[in-house]
Protein backbone atom coordinates (compact mmCIF):
# COMPACT_ATOMS: atom_id res chain seq x y z
CA UNK A 1 0.00 0.00 0.00
CA UNK A 2 1.06 3.55 -0.91
CA UNK A 3 0.59 6.15 1.24
CA UNK A 4 -0.61 9.38 -0.21
CA UNK A 5 -0.80 12.69 0.62
CA UNK A 6 -2.39 15.12 -1.43
CA UNK A 7 -0.99 19.16 -0.89
CA UNK A 8 -4.46 21.15 -2.02
CA UNK A 9 -6.99 19.12 -2.25
CA UNK A 10 -9.52 20.40 -4.95
CA UNK A 11 -11.30 19.52 -7.34
CA UNK A 12 -8.08 17.99 -9.56
CA UNK A 13 -6.22 16.58 -5.91
CA UNK A 14 -10.25 15.12 -4.63
CA UNK A 15 -10.59 13.77 -7.82
CA UNK A 16 -7.17 11.82 -8.35
CA UNK A 17 -7.26 11.18 -4.27
CA UNK A 18 -10.23 9.62 -4.89
CA UNK A 19 -8.71 7.63 -7.69
CA UNK A 20 -6.00 6.33 -5.66
CA UNK A 21 -8.26 5.71 -2.55
CA UNK A 22 -10.25 3.42 -4.74
CA UNK A 23 -7.93 1.28 -5.64
CA UNK A 24 -7.02 0.81 -2.00
CA UNK A 25 -4.22 3.45 -1.53
CA UNK A 26 -3.57 5.22 1.90
CA UNK A 27 -5.03 8.62 0.75
CA UNK A 28 -4.88 11.86 2.86
CA UNK A 29 -6.27 14.99 1.80
CA UNK A 30 -5.18 18.51 3.02
CA UNK A 31 -7.82 21.18 2.36
CA UNK A 32 -9.66 23.42 3.01
CA UNK A 33 -12.46 23.21 6.55
CA UNK A 34 -15.39 22.54 4.43
CA UNK A 35 -13.90 19.45 2.68
CA UNK A 36 -12.63 18.03 5.53
CA UNK A 37 -15.90 18.52 8.04
CA UNK A 38 -17.60 16.83 4.63
CA UNK A 39 -15.51 13.98 4.34
CA UNK A 40 -15.72 13.50 7.94
CA UNK A 41 -19.11 13.43 7.82
CA UNK A 42 -20.23 11.96 4.41
CA UNK A 43 -16.37 10.75 2.52
CA UNK A 44 -15.40 11.67 -0.46
CA UNK A 45 -18.22 11.90 -3.36
CA UNK A 46 -16.80 10.63 -6.55
CA UNK A 47 -19.01 11.21 -9.50
CA UNK A 48 -17.61 9.80 -12.65
CA UNK A 49 -19.56 8.33 -15.66
CA UNK A 50 -23.06 8.81 -14.21
CA UNK A 51 -22.31 6.54 -11.33
CA UNK A 52 -21.39 8.06 -7.90
CA UNK A 53 -19.30 6.30 -4.93
CA UNK A 54 -18.07 7.39 -1.82
CA UNK A 55 -14.72 6.92 -0.87
CA UNK A 56 -13.29 7.05 2.68
CA UNK A 57 -10.13 9.20 2.93
CA UNK A 58 -8.28 10.47 5.79
CA UNK A 59 -8.76 14.46 5.59
CA UNK A 60 -7.04 17.39 7.71
CA UNK A 61 -6.35 20.81 7.08
CA UNK A 62 -3.03 20.16 8.35
CA UNK A 63 0.03 20.48 6.05
CA UNK A 64 2.13 18.33 8.96
CA UNK A 65 -0.17 15.45 7.14
CA UNK A 66 2.76 14.40 5.09
CA UNK A 67 4.71 13.06 7.47
CA UNK A 68 4.95 9.58 6.34
CA UNK A 69 3.69 9.76 3.02
CA UNK A 70 5.59 7.60 0.32
CA UNK A 71 3.94 10.49 -2.43
CA UNK A 72 2.92 13.52 -1.87
CA UNK A 73 0.89 15.22 -4.94
CA UNK A 74 0.87 19.09 -4.89
CA UNK A 75 -1.91 20.41 -6.39
CA UNK A 76 -2.64 23.75 -4.81
CA UNK A 77 -2.41 26.91 -7.29
CA UNK A 78 0.86 28.18 -8.42
CA UNK A 79 0.31 31.49 -6.28
CA UNK A 80 0.73 28.94 -3.38
CA UNK A 81 3.46 26.87 -4.57
CA UNK A 82 5.81 29.01 -1.79
CA UNK A 83 3.91 28.76 1.02
CA UNK A 84 2.70 24.99 0.65
CA UNK A 85 6.12 23.74 0.16
CA UNK A 86 7.97 25.70 3.10
CA UNK A 87 4.52 24.44 5.17
CA UNK A 88 5.36 20.55 4.25
CA UNK A 89 9.00 20.91 4.22
CA UNK A 90 9.75 20.00 8.10
CA UNK A 91 7.50 17.16 7.58
CA UNK A 92 8.68 15.39 4.07
CA UNK A 93 10.21 12.19 4.27
CA UNK A 94 13.58 12.26 2.62
CA UNK A 95 12.17 9.20 0.48
CA UNK A 96 8.96 11.08 -0.41
CA UNK A 97 8.34 11.47 -3.74
CA UNK A 98 7.23 15.13 -4.37
CA UNK A 99 5.10 15.89 -7.74
CA UNK A 100 3.63 18.96 -8.90
CA UNK A 101 0.28 18.69 -10.69
CA UNK A 102 -0.40 22.23 -11.09
CA UNK A 103 -0.80 24.34 -14.10
CA UNK A 104 2.11 26.43 -15.22
CA UNK A 105 6.00 26.01 -15.44
CA UNK A 106 8.55 26.13 -12.51
CA UNK A 107 6.25 25.16 -9.78
CA UNK A 108 8.00 21.49 -9.20
CA UNK A 109 11.83 24.22 -9.00
CA UNK A 110 10.03 26.23 -6.56
CA UNK A 111 9.46 23.24 -4.15
CA UNK A 112 12.67 21.60 -4.79
CA UNK A 113 14.03 25.04 -3.39
CA UNK A 114 11.97 25.62 -0.31
CA UNK A 115 11.85 22.06 0.70
CA UNK A 116 15.35 21.30 -0.14
CA UNK A 117 14.72 18.00 -1.97
CA UNK A 118 14.08 16.69 -5.40
CA UNK A 119 10.35 17.39 -6.84
CA UNK A 120 8.95 16.73 -10.58
CA UNK A 121 6.56 18.15 -12.31
CA UNK A 122 3.67 16.41 -14.00
CA UNK A 123 0.99 17.69 -16.32
CA UNK A 124 -2.45 17.13 -15.86
CA UNK A 125 -5.43 16.82 -18.21
CA UNK A 126 -8.45 16.45 -16.08
CA UNK A 127 -11.80 18.30 -16.40
CA UNK A 128 -13.04 17.91 -13.05
CA UNK A 129 -14.80 20.12 -10.27
CA UNK A 130 -16.11 20.31 -7.11
CA UNK A 131 -19.83 20.32 -7.03
CA UNK A 132 -20.14 20.67 -3.30
CA UNK A 133 -17.74 20.28 -0.51
CA UNK A 134 -16.64 16.90 -0.52
CA UNK A 135 -18.02 15.94 -3.90
CA UNK A 136 -15.92 16.02 -6.95
CA UNK A 137 -17.17 15.54 -10.63
CA UNK A 138 -15.43 14.30 -13.36
CA UNK A 139 -16.18 15.91 -16.84
CA UNK A 140 -13.86 14.20 -18.90
CA UNK A 141 -9.96 12.97 -19.68
CA UNK A 142 -7.41 12.25 -16.84
CA UNK A 143 -4.06 11.57 -18.85
CA UNK A 144 -0.48 12.62 -16.85
CA UNK A 145 2.13 13.03 -18.50
CA UNK A 146 5.59 12.69 -16.16
CA UNK A 147 9.57 12.36 -16.59
CA UNK A 148 11.30 9.39 -15.89
CA UNK A 149 12.58 10.02 -12.33
CA UNK A 150 8.51 10.19 -11.23
CA UNK A 151 8.10 6.59 -12.79
CA UNK A 152 7.75 4.77 -9.59
CA UNK A 153 4.54 7.43 -9.25
CA UNK A 154 3.34 6.78 -12.78
CA UNK A 155 3.09 3.15 -11.89
CA UNK A 156 0.78 3.71 -8.81
CA UNK A 157 -1.73 6.19 -10.42
CA UNK A 158 -2.16 3.75 -13.45
CA UNK A 159 -2.86 1.07 -11.14
CA UNK A 160 -5.39 3.48 -9.94
CA UNK A 161 -6.73 3.62 -13.23
CA UNK A 162 -5.60 7.09 -14.39
CA UNK A 163 -3.77 7.35 -17.57
CA UNK A 164 0.07 8.40 -17.49
CA UNK A 165 2.83 8.59 -19.79
CA UNK A 166 6.40 8.58 -19.00
CA UNK A 167 7.95 11.43 -21.49
CA UNK A 168 11.71 12.17 -21.36
CA UNK A 169 10.99 15.97 -22.36
CA UNK A 170 8.44 16.91 -19.75
CA UNK A 171 9.28 20.91 -20.18
CA UNK A 172 7.88 20.58 -23.54
CA UNK A 173 4.76 19.31 -22.40
CA UNK A 174 4.62 21.69 -19.82
CA UNK A 175 4.49 24.08 -22.28
CA UNK A 176 1.95 22.48 -24.58
CA UNK A 177 -0.57 22.30 -21.55
CA UNK A 178 0.40 26.09 -20.64
CA UNK A 179 -0.58 26.90 -24.00
CA UNK A 180 -3.39 25.42 -24.23
CA UNK A 181 -4.44 26.96 -21.06
CA UNK A 182 -3.31 30.24 -22.34
CA UNK A 183 -5.26 30.19 -25.58
CA UNK A 184 -8.92 28.71 -23.79
CA UNK A 185 -9.54 29.44 -19.59
CA UNK A 186 -8.94 33.58 -19.80
CA UNK A 187 -11.43 33.64 -22.87
CA UNK A 188 -13.85 30.79 -21.02
CA UNK A 189 -13.23 32.90 -17.88
CA UNK A 190 -13.71 36.64 -19.71
CA UNK A 191 -17.35 35.24 -21.18
CA UNK A 192 -18.07 32.91 -18.95
CA UNK A 193 -18.85 30.42 -21.55
CA UNK A 194 -17.85 26.74 -22.25
CA UNK A 195 -15.59 25.97 -24.83
CA UNK A 196 -18.05 24.53 -27.01
CA UNK A 197 -19.36 28.02 -26.93
CA UNK A 198 -16.51 29.77 -27.82
CA UNK A 199 -15.38 27.61 -30.67
CA UNK A 200 -19.37 28.58 -32.05
CA UNK A 201 -18.32 32.43 -32.04
CA UNK A 202 -17.15 33.91 -35.00
CA UNK A 203 -13.52 34.90 -35.34
CA UNK A 204 -12.77 33.04 -31.80
CA UNK A 205 -10.36 30.54 -33.73
CA UNK A 206 -8.23 33.66 -35.05
CA UNK A 207 -7.86 34.97 -31.64
CA UNK A 208 -7.05 31.60 -30.56
CA UNK A 209 -4.45 31.04 -33.28
CA UNK A 210 -2.76 34.64 -32.38
CA UNK A 211 -2.30 33.37 -28.18
CA UNK A 212 -1.10 29.47 -29.88
CA UNK A 213 1.30 31.82 -32.10
CA UNK A 214 2.76 34.44 -29.33
CA UNK A 215 3.04 31.38 -27.14
CA UNK A 216 5.05 29.31 -29.22
CA UNK A 217 7.38 32.63 -30.13
CA UNK A 218 8.32 32.48 -26.63
CA UNK A 219 9.21 29.08 -25.92
CA UNK A 220 10.61 29.33 -29.19
CA UNK A 221 13.11 31.80 -27.50
CA UNK A 222 13.48 29.75 -24.23
CA UNK A 223 14.73 26.85 -26.61
CA UNK A 224 11.74 25.36 -26.23
CA UNK A 225 10.17 24.04 -29.60
CA UNK A 226 6.26 23.16 -29.45
CA UNK A 227 4.43 20.51 -31.82
CA UNK A 228 3.43 22.51 -35.55
CA UNK A 229 0.10 21.19 -34.85
CA UNK A 230 -0.92 23.18 -31.57
CA UNK A 231 -3.23 25.38 -32.75
CA UNK A 232 -5.17 21.98 -33.27
CA UNK A 233 -4.49 20.49 -30.40
CA UNK A 234 -6.44 23.75 -28.74
CA UNK A 235 -9.39 22.81 -31.20
CA UNK A 236 -9.35 19.29 -30.48
CA UNK A 237 -9.48 19.46 -26.69
CA UNK A 238 -11.68 22.09 -27.02
CA UNK A 239 -14.24 19.83 -28.97
CA UNK A 240 -14.06 16.96 -26.88
CA UNK A 241 -15.16 18.97 -23.89
CA UNK A 242 -17.67 21.43 -25.44
CA UNK A 243 -19.28 21.70 -21.98
CA UNK A 244 -16.64 22.49 -19.71
CA UNK A 245 -15.21 26.05 -18.53
CA UNK A 246 -12.04 26.51 -17.78
CA UNK A 247 -10.57 26.83 -14.45
CA UNK A 248 -10.22 30.16 -14.72
CA UNK A 249 -13.65 30.71 -14.95
CA UNK A 250 -14.97 28.92 -12.06
CA UNK A 251 -12.14 30.71 -9.89
CA UNK A 252 -13.50 34.26 -11.56
CA UNK A 253 -17.16 32.88 -10.82
CA UNK A 254 -16.42 31.99 -7.28
CA UNK A 255 -14.97 35.18 -6.54
CA UNK A 256 -11.25 33.09 -5.78
CA UNK A 257 -8.08 34.30 -6.81
CA UNK A 258 -7.23 33.01 -10.46
CA UNK A 259 -4.00 31.81 -11.78
CA UNK A 260 -3.69 34.16 -14.28
CA UNK A 261 -0.17 35.55 -13.38
CA UNK A 262 0.82 31.90 -13.91
CA UNK A 263 -0.45 31.51 -17.14
CA UNK A 264 -1.17 33.81 -19.68
CA UNK A 265 0.93 36.61 -17.24
CA UNK A 266 3.95 33.98 -17.34
CA UNK A 267 4.13 33.90 -21.26
CA UNK A 268 4.03 37.65 -20.85
CA UNK A 269 7.01 37.86 -18.60
CA UNK A 270 9.31 35.40 -20.74
CA UNK A 271 8.33 37.77 -23.94
CA UNK A 272 8.96 41.09 -22.04
CA UNK A 273 12.52 39.24 -20.93
CA UNK A 274 13.48 38.03 -24.32
CA UNK A 275 11.73 41.40 -26.24
CA UNK A 276 8.55 39.36 -28.01
CA UNK A 277 5.48 41.07 -27.78
CA UNK A 278 2.23 39.03 -26.69
CA UNK A 279 -0.21 41.91 -26.79
CA UNK A 280 -2.69 39.57 -26.82
CA UNK A 281 -1.26 37.55 -23.78
CA UNK A 282 -1.02 40.85 -22.06
CA UNK A 283 -4.40 41.97 -22.81
CA UNK A 284 -5.74 38.91 -21.32
CA UNK A 285 -4.24 39.45 -17.90
CA UNK A 286 -5.45 42.38 -17.54
CA UNK A 287 -8.43 41.93 -18.54
CA UNK A 288 -9.01 39.04 -16.00
CA UNK A 289 -8.13 40.79 -13.31
CA UNK A 290 -9.95 43.47 -13.81
CA UNK A 291 -13.00 41.27 -14.06
CA UNK A 292 -11.78 39.99 -10.71
CA UNK A 293 -11.51 42.70 -9.17
CA UNK A 294 -15.15 43.45 -10.58
CA UNK A 295 -16.31 40.21 -8.70
CA UNK A 296 -15.14 41.35 -5.90
CA UNK A 297 -16.74 43.99 -5.13
CA UNK A 298 -20.26 43.25 -6.49
CA UNK A 299 -20.32 45.32 -9.65
CA UNK A 300 -20.72 42.40 -11.92
CA UNK A 301 -21.55 38.79 -11.14
Not at 9 to 22: E, K, N, Q
Not at 124 to 153: F, K, N, Q, S, T
Not at 163 to 179: F, N, R
Not at 191 to 199: C, E, V
Amino acid sequence: MTRVAVMGAGAVGCWIGAMLARAGEAVTLIGRPALVQAVAAQGLRLEMGGRVEVLHPEATTDPAAVAGSDMVLVCVKSGDTEAAGRAMAPHLAPEALVLSLQNGIGNAETLARVTGQSAHPAVVYVAAAMAGPGHVLHRGRGELVVGPAARDAAASLQRAGVPVTVSADVLEALWVKLTINCALNALSALTRQPYGAILGEPGAEDLLAGLVGECGAVARGEGVGLPGDMLAQVLALARAMPGQMSSTAQDLIAGKPTEIAALNGEVARRGAALGIAVPLNAAMVVMVNLAGQSVGSGVAR
